[in-house]
Every structure is written in structure tokens, then in C-alpha cells.
């Protein structure tokens, strides 16, 4: 293994307690990120993903990295440069023929009427129960388990009580509901197709793998596809490098947006998320994050003597106003408060 010391170990800050902080917008959470990455070296668990990048590059063909390696920081796996890095350069490419999809289920689970993070999550499942038979069971191994998770779906009812005027709150509610349906689709399917994966399959099984799939896969041609080892980046909210897709050429690739020491953490972007959807499908937040945003709903009546103006108004300010904006049926509209730096410079763009 590549690692050269170990993370002094962090207590995590107990979930409701986060929770808390994010409602009240206070960053409780500094005591366990803070916006600088901690800088750890890597020291991987041996047993469980010491061998893995030589595995994916044997099951790939190719070389992946010749410059990262697996580690562990705060935020759990990560990876880590194992030589000097410099901006501009390809730190990884992991060819499609090593990535993780739907087109792995039989057509008839494929076609089932469930959303493409169900289809992905049922390839997981079933990547799971067959344990050291599947051709996966090294990535496998390598994944978060449940109690690791800490998306506000495995929330306890106290703890979602913390976060009720939040958006995130219903967001979390439905979601489950979403899952339950899905779960209820998915296992009359698996129950014909893939006895064996279905039997003794639990809903919580199925919260994990959809938790799983919404932390770590990316979109692709395929819906979802899970992409090894890149998926052990963690995220930086301003952070340039993102993974790249190529099509034609069939790989993922990221390219370095700045320097790295050896022995750096490498971050990068999942896109630009707030930390309401940080939360509810990664299962953190970070400090001082400049894509956070806040709802507000106001009524604008036709009848209002005001309209015209409040509608120049919000047509100046809102990115995308809604033709319906119009049509007074529609009294009441959606519209969101960037805060941008610490609420100095709020900007009104519609939601
Ligand atoms: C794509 S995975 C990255 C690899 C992951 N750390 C692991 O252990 O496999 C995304 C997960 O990493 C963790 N993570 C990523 N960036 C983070 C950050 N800035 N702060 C805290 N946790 C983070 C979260 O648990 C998230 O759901």
C-alpha cells in the first residue's frame, strides 16, 4: 500500500447535532472539515483495497493512474498523489470496459418500470449477494457500508425532526417514499428473474445500494454508471477538475486543476451542489458553500397595482421567468435567493 501515516482518528460530530448546525446555518461542522482539506497521508486499510487499483488495471488492460493512490482522510476513502502532480496533467482514465451499469442486469430487470438509480442499485445488489464469486467483489469490498452512509434517508425520525423547516426534510420524505415504491417494483422483478438475489433482501439493502449509487456513480449514455477508483474522489465545492466522459474514445478521465505535493489529498468538483443536496444525497456539508441557496414564494395578483413593475422586476433579475408568470391563475411562484459570500451579495434568479 501507498500510505505513509495515518489520519489522527477525528470523532465524527454526531448527525443531529449536524443537522442542527445546517438549519442554523452555523458551521459546527469546521470541527470536522473545514474548507481547507485535511491533509493527510494515505493509509489504506491493506486487506480491503491495498490491491485494488493493480486489480482494476489487469481487469481494465491499461494503466488507470500512475500517479494516485488509495488512502483514507476524514472523508473516508480517498485518494491521495503519490508522486508530484502538476495542473493540466491526466491523473486518472478508467476505460468504460471497468464501469459499473445497468446494461449488467438481464433485460427484463432493465426494462423494469423503476428509475436508473433503482437499475444501478440493483446491479450492486446483486454484485453484493454473490460476495467473492462476482467478477466485482474486489470494488465491492471497497464500498461504504451502511452505518458509513450518512444520507438524511438513514436519518433517525429525531434527527429529521431537527432539519423540519428545512426543504431537505420533505425531500428526504419523498425520497423514501420514492424508494419504496421502486423497492416494491424492483423486488417482484428480482423475485422472478434473480430468486436468489431477491431472498432475504431487505428495504434497507435497497436504501444502501440507491444510497450507493446517488454518492458515487455519474451520469452516463448507460443512466448511471459507477466508475472505480475515480469514485474514491472526494469533493471540493471549488474545485475546477471534474471527471470527464469520452465517448468516442470509451474512458472517464480527470485532469489536475492545480499542483499536488505527493502525499496531497486530490479533490474534485460533483458539480455545483448546495449544501441541501450535499446533505440529502451525499451525506455531508461543507463550510462556506458559495452554490447555497435559499426558497422563498410570493403571491404577484394580477390585480396587483404593482404587477407591472414587480414583473420588470423579476424579469431584470431571474435567469428563467415563467411564461405562466403571467397568467393570474398562477399567483404564486417559486423564486431563489442565491447567497453568495455570506449573504453580502444576494442576487434574485427564479427557480
Ligand atoms: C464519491 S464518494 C468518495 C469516496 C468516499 N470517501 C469513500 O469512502 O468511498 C462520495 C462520498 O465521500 C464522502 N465525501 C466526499 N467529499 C466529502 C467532503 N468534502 N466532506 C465530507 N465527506 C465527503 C461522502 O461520504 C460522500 O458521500
Not at 103 to 124: F, H, M
Not at 149 to 177: G, N, P
Amino acid at each position: 500500500m501507498f500510505c505513509l501515516s495515518r489520519l489522527p482518528k477525528l470523532r465524527p460530530l454526531p448527525r443531529p447535532l449536524l443537522a442542527a448546525a445546517h438549519r442554523l446555518r452555523i458551521d459546527l461542522r469546521c470541527s470536522i472539515s473545514s474548507s481547507a482539506p485535511p491533509q493527510v497521508s494515505p493509509r489504506g486499510d491493506e486487506e480491503e483495497c491495498g490491491d485494488f487499483l493493480p486489480w482494476l488495471e489487469r481487469k481494465a488492460g491499461v494503466e488507470v493512474s500512475s500517479c494516485l493512490s488509495i488512502g483514507k482522510s476524514a472523508y473516508g476513502r480517498s485518494l491521495f498523489s503519490s508522486k508530484a502532480i502538476r495542473a493540466g496533467d491526466s491523473i486518472l482514465k478508467v476505460p468504460f470496459n471497468v464501469e459499473i451499469s445497468p446494461d449488467d442486469l438481464l433485460p427484463e430487470i432493465r426494462s423494469c418500470k423503476v428509475g436508473n438509480v433503482a437499475k444501478l442499485a440493483a446491479v450492486i445488489l446483486k454484485e453484493l449477494k454473490m460476495g467473492q464469486d462476482s467478477d466485482w467483489a474486489p470494488y465491492m469490498r471497497c464500498l461504504p457500508q451502511r452505518k458509513e452512509m450518512h444520507s438524511t434517508v438513514f436519518w433517525s425520525d429525531e434527527e429529521l425532526e431537527m432539519i423540519k423547516e428545512s426543504s431537505v426534510y420533505q425531500r428526504t420524505i419523498d425520497k423514501k417514499v420514492g424508494m419504496e415504491r421502486e423497492f416494491s417494483v424492483l423486488r417482484h422483478a428480482l423475485d422472478r428473474h434473480f430468486p436468489e438475489v431477491s431472498k432475504d433482501m431487505e428495504f434497507e439493502d435497497f436504501m444502501h445500494a440507491c444510497a450507493l449509487v446517488e454518492s458515487r456513480a455519474w451520469e452516463s449514455s448507460k443512466g448511471y454508471s459507477l466508475v472505480p477508483f475515480a469514485d474514491f474522489l472526494n469533493h471540493d465545492g471549488l474545485a475546477k477538475a471534474v471527471l470527464l466522459r469520452d465517448e468516442q474514445k470509451q474512458f472517464s478521465e480527470v485532469i489536475a486543476d492545480r499542483n499536488y505535493a505527493p502525499g496531497e489529498q486530490v479533490l474534485i468538483s460533483y458539480g455545483k451542489f448546495s449544501n441541501a443536496i450535499l446533505l440529502l444525497d451525499f451525506g455531508f456539508t461543507i463550510p462556506h458553500n458559495i452554490h447555497d441557496e435559499v426558497q422563498i414564494q410570493f403571491n404577484v395578483p394580477l390585480q396587483d397595482p404593482l404587477f407591472k413593475m414587480k414583473l420588470y422586476f423579476l424579469q431584470r433579475h431571474c435567469l428563467q421567468i415563467t411564461r405562466k408568470f403571467g397568467i393570474s391563475k398562477c399567483s404564486a411562484d417559486n423564486f431563489t435567493i442565491k447567497l453568495v459570500l455570506m449573504l453580502y451579495f444576494p442576487y434574485i434568479r427564479c427557480h
